[in-house]
Every structure is written in structure tokens, then in C-alpha cells.
């Protein structure tokens, strides 16, 4: 499969997050400095060349855990708290709506288009910040150099990799029942109609090319129509590939406005089919987990020398679930402590990551002292 | 065409192409399914009266360790005259089955597979391609687990999404496979104690994903939508279709009657005729139906015999193979 999904998986998941932060911060009346801090932070945190170069390296898709416990951290690079319940919200939420993005692109290729349309707006939130916009320009400059000359074929395997991460996912948006792009089932409802892609033709057409038998004659085309069940039209004009432009498709646009409110409802039935996908490979992930978390750490160690902060308490979704939940629970360095007593099922799954790698031995570098010390550093941090 | 009751399975399908196979096994009146999901095979048994269906799920293998998590790229039944195999192909190599999965039969390691399997039932070989471009040849002798590698085709610069075999049955004509790449490129060979190139036909960079042989003629389903239709070893083009406002996903031919089905991420499934016209070298394409699987990309499609008189198709995130019979 494909290795060069994380890059893109990242910037979009990254992307949608900071559309929902931006809305329900306003929407919740948070002072606009906090807001833009927040919204600085995270894209700071994003962008930083150290995490940004270990996304670009060609590898395989990171486990869900891992992707769920990178945007985890990146929400809480910023001052803003998020409990249990908003974190969990938000995750589906960025998720819904990127497996929309990667289901509805007319061709494979136009992710890259999506990809820009989520830069274009991170780029106008941080275009007073001069040195985080520089943080952006660079990346614009990293994709197209790595993106642009792959082929359809391996742009359609990097979209073929991305839906197998996103197998499954059926989570009920509100917006999406609302703008009737989703059923009650939790699909995605795939027109029969509008413009065909670029470089496609409307269906309908047959063509045959006849030659005479025997004399040199140049032969004949004949076409026949049929119908093709749908209302298609013709291709729109193809959007921009360059650092700016008119991107044409609106995927990756932030659908979210003051006047809607963002909801989730979660049908019972998805959580579990969530919950079994999530152990694959536990000893490559726990050590995926770990480097790119040790280069988190660097961006967030540079962020904040002296390590005294006040966090920002967010409930980012006003929902009767929230009441179930209680006071808001600090989700701080503890995911990946193994002694964490909150999740009984991670708990044990960590605790024989640990122990598969002091009994079974690794032959190259030991992880296990290299674990330690990284989880140690985490603890003091907190 | 009729809606048959559809056969529900263990996990939903991956977008992959050609994500379904089919095997008829007359004798016991069964028709065995396999689909894809990650690193995970599921089969299904289905008796023909329709009462009686039985799972089985297969798990990707690295030699002969149990379980790994590499993800399967395709499942597929190679045809040979003497046996059926089962071919898994992973990340992590090619591992080959008894046809009803129960017993691993051969397993080969590859640095860096992605890859789908065909056979040629005249000589007991089959064929692997990898993301490289290269086209693996294996000899399977008629029982036992003596599966040499015997030859390795390199034509392809780009990676081998598809290739096909002569399915007519007949031995009149000379191509006997074709295999397809990421570029559109079109390879032609014939087979024999070295396999031999007859032709190449340029895809000018619309990625082929599907593509089938039949009575010396390759129909050949694209990433644009379009299906074309040319001569084998010519490469004359007979016809363009514009099938499918998406990708197309899955091509099958149903051999004794010209029947030629096509699967694309649109959500349709359509049913062609191809019909020969020697005289005037010339093959004519009629569309015939087609059918919605609502909300849903389709990525198998295969009639379940060579007649054409019944399809199953398969969709992205779908836990189920829905039939079609003809009415």
C-alpha cells in the first residue's frame, strides 16, 4: 500500500480541526486573543519542521491508536484543555469528515486539491504570525515538490490506503444529515450526476470503429448512445496545483459556520467495531508511537522553556452527554503512561507491549530503555 | 436482472480493485466467494439451492507464522487443469491454498509485492506481477507443494495493476495473456517455454485497473471511466466506451455468451455484449442494463458462471456480496 499517506493524512485531519475549534471557540464566546492562541499553537505545533520531516518519510500508515494519540497531543499543544468527551466528539468529527473529503474526490488526484484547500485557510488563520506563515509556506512548497509528479495510479493507492483506515467508520454527523450528504445509515450519499471528473467524459457514448474488409478504405466510426442511469455534465475546469490559486473543488473548505452547530451522534454498534480494529501490530506501534512523539516533544519543549503554564478548560460541545461525563478530566500525558488507570483495556495492552519487549529481546537498539526514558521525561513534564 | 438475496460477510470489503472472486464447484453444486478486507480473507460457501452458506476467514501469513497484520492486496482461485489454488497476495509475499482455504500449500517472500494472480489453464503455470513492474511466473505441478518460480517478465516500468488470461477455452488464437499497468500500458504475450511479447499497446498515462482476454480481443477498463475494446495482438482499438463517470474498479467476461460486466466507484454496475464480426474485423458493444448499488463504490464485480446468468458485486465498506440473476 501506499507510503506516503501520512503527510496528507495529517495536514487534512489537522485541518478539520482547526475549522471545528475555530467555530465552537467563537461560538462559546472565548476572547479572541485565547482563540487565536489556541488556533497559533496547534498550527505552530503542526507545522514544525521537526514533525512535518517525519511525516514526509516514506512509511506505512501509523495504527489508528497512534494517529488518535498524535491528535490527541496536537489539540493539546495549545493552552486549551479538552475533556474525555469533547476530545472524543472532535476526533469524529475530523475523521467523518475527512473519509467524506477522500470518498467524494471526482479523481484520486485531486486529495492534493483537497490538502490545499485546508492549507489556504490555515494559511489565512496565521497570516499576522510571520513566522508560522513561514512554517506554511515551506510545507506548500514540500507537497508539490513530493505530490505533483506521482501518478494517478499511485495517487488512487494513496486513496485506497486512507479508506482502509477509515473502513467502517459510519458515525452520524449532524451537519451531514442535515446537508443531506449523509443517510441515516451513516453512508455517504454518492450522486448520480453533476461534472465528471477531469479528464473523464459524461457516460453514454459507444464507439466502434469499423474497417473494411479488403480495400484501403480508412474505415468508419459509428456511435450508438445509451443511457447512463445518472445527470452528469461535463468536467469543471482543473483546479490550481501551485502554492495559490483557484482550487475549483470545495472539499476541504470549511463547511462550518456560525449558525450551525456542531454535533455528533454516535450509533452504539460503530463504537465496538472502533474498539476491536484498534490493537494491530502493537509492538511496531507502540515504537512508531514513540518517535514521532519524541518529535512532538522537541517543538513543544521549544514552545515553553519553563514549563509553567495555565491551561484553558474547554467543554467544546454542549450536549446532554456531557452531564453523563461529569467534571472534566484532565486528558494530560497519561494516554501513554502506563500505569494510566482510566482505560483498563489500554492499560493491559501497554503493559504487554512493555513486557513483549523485555521478554522477547529486540535485536537492534532497546527500545525498552529508550521507552522508559521518553515516558519519564513525559511524567516530569506534567 | 433480478435482485438476488445477498450473502452477508464477516467484515466489509477494502477499496481494492477487483475486490471479488469467484469458483464454481459443479460437482458439489457450490459457488465459493472470496473478498478482501485488510489482512483478512473472507469466504463464503454458497450452495446453489440457496439454503446453505458456511464462512471462512483467512488471515494474511508471513511463511509459516501465524497471523500478521500486512495487508492482503488481492484473493483470487487460479484455475489449472489439474487442481485449484487459492492465491493470497500481501505486502509481505505470495502465500497459495488448497481451493477451500484449509491447507497453505506454498508460500514465496517478496521485498516489495503488491500484486494479483492469474492463470493459464493450458500449462500449469501461474503468474504473479509486483508493484515493480515485473510479472513472476510459477510452474504448480498437479499435487504437492513443488512450486518453482520459472520465469520473470519485466516489460512494465510502472506497477502491474491487472493481467488476464485467454478465456474463450479456444486454442485458435495466439495471444495468450495480457497484463496492464499503472501507465495504461497494455502487454501482450504468448506462452510457451519462455513466454513471448507480441505487442504493446501505450496507455498514454490513463491507469488501466481491470482488463480481460477473450477470443483473442482485450477489454480494458479505466481509471477515467472508459472501457476499450482492441485487437490482442494488434493493438488495433475496436472500441471506446464511455462506461462510468468514476474509476472503473472491476472488469469480468463471461465467455460462453460475450457477456462483459464492469464495476466502477459511480455505484453502477453495467452489462455489456460483445459480439465478433470477423469479416469486418470488427467487434460491436451493445450496453444491455445496468444496475445502482446505492451509495456505494463498487470495487468486485464477476459473473458467477460462464454464461453470464448471474453477477456478484461487492462495495467499499459493504458487508455483503450482493447477487444478480437474470430475470
Known sequence: MSMRTLPLLFINLGGEMLYILDQRLQA??????????????????????????????????????????????????????????????????????????????????????????????????????????????????????????????????????????????????????????????????????????????????????????????????????????????????????????????????????????????????????????????????????????????????????????????????????????????????????????????????????????????????????????????????? | MNGEKSIQIKSSASALYNNLSVLRIAPRCLTYFTVVHANVVNMVSASWDGLNFSHRQLQSKEGNIAASSSLIMQASWCVLPSRELLVLTSQKGIQMYESDGSIMVYWHALDNPETPTVTLPKTQTFIERISSGSVLVFDIPSKGSNVMLSEVLEEHRDAVTDMASECSGSLEYMADLVTADDSGLLCVWKSGEDFQLLHKIPGFDVSCSSVKLWKGTVAAGYGTGQIRIYEAVTGIVHAEVNAHARWIYSLDIAPFSGLLLSGAEDSLVRVWHLTMNPDANSVEVEHLYSECITDTQICGAKFCDGDGYAFAVTGYDLSEIIRYTQA
Request: proline share 5%; charged share 20%; net charge negative.
Open chain 1, 28 to 382: 462559546q464566546n472565548v476572547p479572541t486573543e485565547k482563540t487565536s492562541k489556541v488556533m497559533n499553537d496547534i498550527i505552530c505545533t503542526l507545522f514544525s519542521k521537526p514533525f512535518m520531516e517525519e511525516l514526509f518519510k516514506p512509511q506505512d500508515m501509523y495504527s489508528k491508536r497512534t494517529q488518535r494519540a498524535v491528535l490527541i497531543r496536537l489539540a493539546h499543544s495549545s493552552i486549551m484543555r479538552l475533556n474525555q468527551a469533547s476530545m472524543d466528539k472532535l476526533y469524529d468529527l475530523m475523521t467523518m469528515a475527512f473519509k467524506y473529503q477522500v470518498l467524494l474526490c471526482p479523481r484520486p488526484r485531486d486529495l492534493l486539491l483537497v490538502t490545499f484547500n485546508h492549507m489556504d485557510a490555515i494559511r489565512a488563520f496565521v497570516s499576522d504570525t510571520p513566522a508560522i506563515l513561514n512554517q506554511v509556506e515551506e510545507t506548500y512548497q514540500q507537497l508539490i515538490k513530493v505530490y505533483t509528479p506521482l501518478s494517478d495510479g499511485e495517487f488512487q493507492l494513496l486513496r485506497q490506503t486512507l479508506l482502509m483506515c477509515f473502513q467502517d467508520l459510519q458515525i452520524r454527523v449532524s451537519a451531514f444529515l442535515k446537508d443531506k450528504v449523509q443517510t441515516c445509515s451513516g453512508r455517504f450519499v454518492l450522486p448520480l450526476g453533476g461534472p465528471v471528473p477531469c479528464g473523464s467524459e459524461v457516460p453514454g457514448l459507444i464507439r466502434l470503429f469499423v474497417r473494411c474488409p479488403g480495400e484501403a478504405c480508412r474505415g468508419q466510426e459509428v456511435c450508438h448512445l445509451f443511457p447512463s442511469g445518472g445527470a452528469y455534465c461535463g468536467a469543471l475546469p482543473e483546479g490550481s496545483f501551485h502554492m495559490s490559486g483557484d482550487r475549483v473543488i470545495t472539499l476541504g473548505t470549511n463547511m462550518y459556520s456560525e449558525s450551525r452547530p456542531v454535533q455528533t451522534q454516535v450509533s452504539e454498534s460503530q463504537n465496538f467495531g472502533q474498539h476491536t480494529k484498534m490493537s494491530i501490530a502493537p509492538n511496531l506501534l507502540a515504537k512508531e508511537e514513540l518517535t514521532l512523539l519524541s518529535h512532538l516533544l522537541g517543538s513543544l519543549e521549544n514552545q515553553d522553556p519553563d514549563k509553567t503554564r495555565t491551561f484553558y478548560r474547554v467543554n467544546l460541545f454542549t450536549v446532554d452527554m456531557e452531564e453523563e461525563y461529569g467534571n472534566c478530566v484532565e486528558l494530560s500525558f497519561q494516554v501513554l503512561n502506563i500505569q494510566a488507570a482510566k482505560d483498563q483495556q489500554a492499560e493491559e495492552e501497554l503493559a504487554r507491549i512493555v513486557g513483549e519487549f523485555t521478554e522477547k529481546g529486540e535485536p537492534s537498539s532497546s527500545p525498552r530503555s529508550k521507552g522508559d526514558d521518553l515516558l519519564t521525561l513525559m511524567d516530569e513534564l506534567q
